[in-house]
């Protein structure tokens, strides 16, 4: 087990957002978290990564008790997350960009490596490597902030709604990214609303109501399961 | 995108570029130029010979500050500029509003009173002292206490964002100001420290370098105003730097990225402070007298309004705002007194005092807000805070 998370709760001062959540995602995975406004994805997200600190409970990266470690160390132990919203840099450069997502590492023949590899998966970036970040159109910016989360070579990649604002096409590609990122071997985390996409790709998936969570199965089952469906699929 | 701005920019490019593109002799022998022609700034003889005309008879030199000793505004607008490129650092890189920046200064200066004089209560009621320290000696210990004060103050409060930090040490400043008035036991309250001792050294003939005359300490100011840039340049291209600017563009991102977010803004506030006890002992070691009056609000909002008029971010633009918001009002005393300009109106037997040092706010509020609307990235930008600053104007307003 990659990441396991038990029991977590977490208040935003007296309001409780999460409601003793527990999951886990195994190494070599794709594992999606599904649910509607407010239900508290991000808000695990944020608590994965260090952003917030949970109230109780532990969050276990390869064995080891991560809830009270600084955000910064986490991605030294190989959690990197691409943040909602996108989040790159508006005053960087596409490259300055992806330099700051291998902000922790030292090896600089493999960051240019990397570099070559995120150019590989997005074309797109390489044409505008000398752009300003805030210049890209929303889907540049997801795949900056994909790619920029890549550079920090993760174990673990958290991905917060990256299909967020974007136009179908887009959501497409992104997805198609996403799997083939983790052919290559990175475990994958991800946040959606867009769940039809999120199911089909992941191999687990969770759903997630008002902070607890109320489902949980492979991608294929929850695709299929009716509730799900008239929830958040659309359909009756 | 117009022609004309197409121009513009391109217009703007080319002089920056142009001067990125001669060789690199070229470029030094140009720095070496300049920088000569901001040691001679003092003297008379150099505004004599720019060859502007000259009312007859007034006295005047364009440039020249004939209402006050050129040396004098000039080293004042030194150490001004030294606290903007302090504050630079604190608000134009790591993005930290800071309100209170004139308390490093006061640190600073009464750092060095408290060593350097004579009449120090740290000598004649305690004892801790045998007698006065040099001005060089204490310096390091203004610097490093001030940047203690940076690091005590921004432990607590660097955990806040936005506002909240803006009010704490907005709050610092006044404490600092509270105390040095109020404190009797050894700050000597409203009476002061004087005898504040001078830098060392003497001229061949035995005179002190540093006395009353204003252009050596120019000179000083200048000398160390250069030392910091390189400082700061080095430091804005180093890791630290690159963490400030992530930092200050988004932090939630730079902590994703593992940056360690406290621990560089920390930094920024503890250099930032350096450089500003820095300036306070620079101040100190020429003002003689050190007492609660020069630390009030408004030198902190006059450093503020530098660094925005001059472009947070730009150590060009850090500059140029110290300059402007010391020499401008000084410079229109002067021009004022040459044309005649009355410093007093008289409406309905109320005398208004309209001399443009006692009006600089005014003037300034007015420039603040006139560059604010029309260049709110500064007269001398950071490229990459123009940036930024469009990115931030696109959420507020789409434009597509």
Redesign the interface.
């Known amino acids: 087990m990659l990441l396991e998370i038990d029991d977590i709760t977490l208040h935003y001062g007296r309001i409780q957002a999460l409601h003793g959540i527990s999951l886990h995602v195994n190494e070599g995975e794709i594992v999606a978290l599904i649910g509607a406004n407010g239900a508290g994805k991000s808000t695990i997200m944020r608590a994965i ?3 917030r600190a949970v109230s109780r409970g532990a969050i276990r990266f390869n064995g080891e008790d991560i809830s009270k470690v ?4 986490r ?2 132990r190989g959690i ?2 691409a ?1 909602e919203g996108r ?6 450069t596409v490259q ?1 960009n992806l ?3 291998a ?2 590492r030292r090896d600089h023949a493999a960051i240019a490596q990397d570099m070559e590899r995120v150019f590989g998966l997005f074309p797109r970036l390489l044409e505008r490597r000398k752009q ?1 970040g ?2 890209l159109s929303g889907g540049e910016q997801q795949m900056l902030a994909v790619g ?2 890549l550079m ?1 070579r993760p174990k673990l990649l958290l991905l917060d709604e990256p299909s967020m604002g974007l136009a179908p096409m887009i959501i497409q590609q992104i997805f198609t990214i996403i799997t083939e990122i983790n052919q290559q071997g990175t475990t994958v985390l991800l946040v959606e609303q867009n769940a039809q996409q999120a199911l089909s790709r992941a191999h687990r998936a969770y759903v997630l109501e008002t902070g607890n969570i109320v489902k949980e199965g492979t991608g294929a089952d929850l695709l299929h399961d009716p509730a799900v469906k008239a929830a958040y699929l659309g359909v009756a | 995108m117009t022609t004309e701005t197409v121009k513009k920019q391109r217009w703007k490019l080319n002089l920056r570029d142009r001067f990125q593109d001669l060789p690199k002799p070229a470029r030094i022998a140009a720095m070496v130029v300049f920088v000569v022609l901001l040691y001679l700034l003092p003297t008379k003889a150099f505004y004599e010979n720019l060859g502007f005309p000259i009312p007859v008879g007034s006295g005047y030199l364009p440039f020249y500050t004939t209402g006050s000793d050129m040396a004098g505004v000039l080293f004042q607008c030194g150490y001004y500029i030294l606290l903007a490129l302090g504050l630079n650092v604190v608000l134009g890189y790591a993005g930290l509003l800071d309100l209170g920046f004139f308390g490093f200064f006061a640190v600073g200066a009464y750092t060095v009173a408290l060593l350097t004089s004579p009449e120090s209560k740290l000598i004649t009621e305690y004892n801790w002292l045998e007698s006065p320290w040099p001005w060089l000696v204490t310096v390091p210990i203004a610097i490093a206490l001030a940047m203690l004060s940076g690091v005590l103050l921004g432990w607590p409060t660097l955990r806040l964002r936005g506002d909240y930090l803006a009010i704490v040490t907005l709050g610092f400043a006044e404490i600092i100001r509270i105390v040095a008035k109020n404190q009797d036991w050894i700050l000597n309250g409203d009476r002061g420290i004087p005898s504040v001792g001078h830098p060392p050294g003497t001229w061949p003939d035995g005179e002190a370098i540093f006395d009353l005359e204003f252009t050596p300490y120019y000179w000083l100011v200048l000398t160390v105003i250069i030392a910091v840039i390189f400082l700061i340049r080095n430091l804005a291209n180093s ?1 630290v730097g ?2 400030w ?2 930092i200050r ?2 932090e ?10 406290f621990k560089f803004k920390l930094w920024a506030f503890a250099i930032g402070a350096a450089i500003g006890g820095l300036s306070g002992s620079l101040w100190a070691g020429q003002a003689n007298f050190v007492n609660s009056n020069t630390f009030s609000l408004e030198n902190s909002i006059l450093v503020l309004a530098a660094v925005l008029l001059g472009g947070a971010g730009s150590i060009g633009g850090a500059i140029l705002g110290g300059f402007i918001v010391i020499y401008l009002p000084e410079w229109l005393r002067s021009v004022g007194d040459v044309f005649g300009w009355p410093t007093q109106v008289e409406i309905a037997g109320i005398h208004i005092d309209v001399s443009p040092t006692s009006l600089r706010f005014v003037i300034f509020g007015a420039l603040l807000i006139v560059v604010m609307i029309y260049r709110p990235q500064g007269l001398w930008p950071n490229r ?5 600053l ?3 104007q ?1 959420e507020v307003a789409p434009v597509e």
Do not use: H, N, W
């Not at chain 1, 600084?70 to 160390?73: E, P, T, V, W, Y």
């Not at chain 1, 989040?87 to 960087?92: A, I, L, R, S």
């Open positions: 990564s260090g952003l600084r955000a910064d160390l991605v030294a990197c997350q943040p989040g790159v840099f508006p005053g960087m300055e330099e700051m997502g902000y922790i300003a805030g210049t920029r989360a920090a | 890791r690159r963490a600017v992530a563009e988004d939630d991102a730079a902590e994703l990225m593992g940056v360690p977010t990459r805070r123009a940036a930024e469009k990115d931030r696109k």
